[in-house]
């Protein structure tokens, strides 16, 4: 009731509100009519949805009621239905008893009527074996089974009647087996010759289909009968003797035992009469299962069953008896090629056009699994590589052998037809295996095909250290005594341009055979044997060059001393022997002559540089200062021009021979605070200047102190480290590679 007051209040309270709401300016007051009218429609309308709910909800009560009430009706009456029931229950165990007459009579009967129904094969047992005998023997298989399937039935009924039996005789039963014993000897007879026949279903299927038709209507009979017995022995506990005989599985194991016979009989080889052995046999397989497959699907066809699926079968039979005997052949061991001739017939020719996707076939190997496990074809891709890995390995040491051979042989390496370039084969020996073997990888799979790849990086980057090794025992005994190879210089040549060729060699194999998708460990292992090639060349450039300034030694020791202040000969004697040389480095290929020469250039002037800050001149006057600086600055000169003569596009780019130039122009510079600036200059232009290189610069001016130059050139190095910049940029020079050995903490002015 409280609860009803409350809502009410509530309602109350929340139309005043609304009415409020509705009434707040003047004007409205003139649609109070229209309000009250709306307001009235809404209520009567939502009165009306009340009623028809009250409504609806006492209508389902008074079906439920309905209902709860004819239940309670139903129960009442199967009750009193149930209590008939039992009393009519309670006289059977009398009427059994009563009726037990009556029941033995009526197996009586049933056994005279079996015994009269089966008196004709009872009494004529020895002629119908013999008949039926004969029927097999004369391949009248129908007949045959007919006549036995009477003498069996005959047996089965007899029998059976003895196991209903109560009491039942053992010695009976033994004698009826007796007497019926030929007849299981007929159905092992009958057996063989569907053995037989089964054993031969694809030759015959070709010549005499109805042979294999009558085969299978036998057996599709005794199916049926198996089906019988067992059902028969489910509800009574006899089964016939020699049931179920299960003819179709044996039928199954028959096929399966003749496609096994079938697969190996193609294996006519070994490696030892053939080494083409494998191909042949995987040929013959492939030859023999793709005509069988068509027999099956032409001719196997009509003769089967429809339920028997026998195309599925026999495919599942061919597919379990080649995986086994493929598994018993790489057990038994693969050599070389063998592997790539396996895992590309396995990969592509089974499942292939060739094979299961023959246009004539179209089977789908989705529904048999693969022929070998992944576990397998792994396994063999593995052994694949490692064989590979091992050719490789041979390959690459018989070839380096082939390479030292030609260093010591004192003849001139080969140059190509069409151009100058010395070099040797065996780049492109390497290369050519390399490519052959990825082009057969490639036939399998990609993913073969990318560890391939990654493998051949591998050991082409080790060749390339064993190249090394190699080139650094070259040189070694070369300098030892420099007579003995008389054509150093051109096989160092020729190794450089090799250096080159492998790198060049090694982006074209990326190109055919790189996988996307490859890992980054394989693209990591490719850059590192670009980049060993990339220091081998660079390293052999430097023996090449070590060659032609041994000879030049001398004439560089002799450069900015006292001598040379009033002796062309130095710097003339270098150019003339250089170009001597370059003749012969005009065999090196482009890029190699423009590095080679590039590095000589840097040589040059390093050692014209370290020659400066040595000090083995000094100067008393400024005009003995002008004098050598002005020789300098035409030396550097003479020296940038040389090798623009010799190679443009090197000399005129960036020359070293320019900061020889910058030395001089500090070096001759007379005002203090010009020499300052000029300093800022050099130390900004070369930020890897050196306080010692500085130090030894100034020094060889003779009229700056030890302790003076020192001072200035650790304020300038500070100023230039101290120094700001929106946008630095380092670059390294010569400068870097430059160290004097006597330090000039040690040096005595």
Known sequence: MEDLQRLEEEAKARAAQHVANMLQRPGQLEKLEAYKRRISRKKASVETMLKSAMQSQLDGIRVGFEQLRSSLENIASIKEELNEIGKLFSIVPELSAKLQPVQEENMRHSQYVTAKENLKHIFTVPESVEKTKQWINEGKLLHAHQSLMDLENSRDDLLYELHKLPNQSTADTIMLKAYFEDVEILSQLMEKQIRLVLSRTLNTVRKEPTVIVTALRIIEREEKADHFAIQRHKQSGFMPPGRPKCW??????????????????????ERADNKMWLVRYLELTRLLILEDLRVIKTLCVPCF?????IVNIFVKMYHTSLSQHLKEIIASGLE???????LAWIMNTYTGPDLMQHPELNIDTRDIGPLLSTEIINDLQQRYLKNMCQNYEDWMKKTLETEKVDWW????????????????????????MIDQNLQVTKTISSHLTAQALILCIEEVTKYGFMYRQAILEFKSKHFEDRSRVPYFTHHMITIVNNCLQFTELAQQIKQIYWVPNTSGDATIKFENLLTHYQQLRNEAAAILLEESFLDLELHFQDLVTTKWLSSPIPIETICVTLEDYFQDYNHLSPKNFEYVIMEAQNLIAKRYISAMLLRKISFKTYDECLTCTSKIIMEADKLKNFFVRIAPKVGNYNSPFEIIKRLAEVL?????????LDLHSLVEKYPDMTEDHLVRLLSLRGDIPRGEAREKVSYILEAQRNRKTSQTITTNSIFKQIVIQDSFLSWKP
């Open 248 to 269: 179709k599985n044996m039928a199954v194991k028959i096929l399966e035992k003749s496609v096994a016979n079938r697969i190996e009989g193609t294996h006519v080889e």
């Open 305 to 309: 069953p429809p339920w028997w699926n």
């Open 336 to 342: 070389g090629n063998e592997y790539v001739s396996l």
């Open 409 to 432: 042989s004192g003849v001139l390496p080969e140059s190509s037809t069409q151009e100058a370039y010395y070099h040797t084969a065996a780049p492109v020996i390497i290369y050519q």
């Open 668 to 676: 001759r510079c007379e005002d203090s605070e010009i020499l300052s």
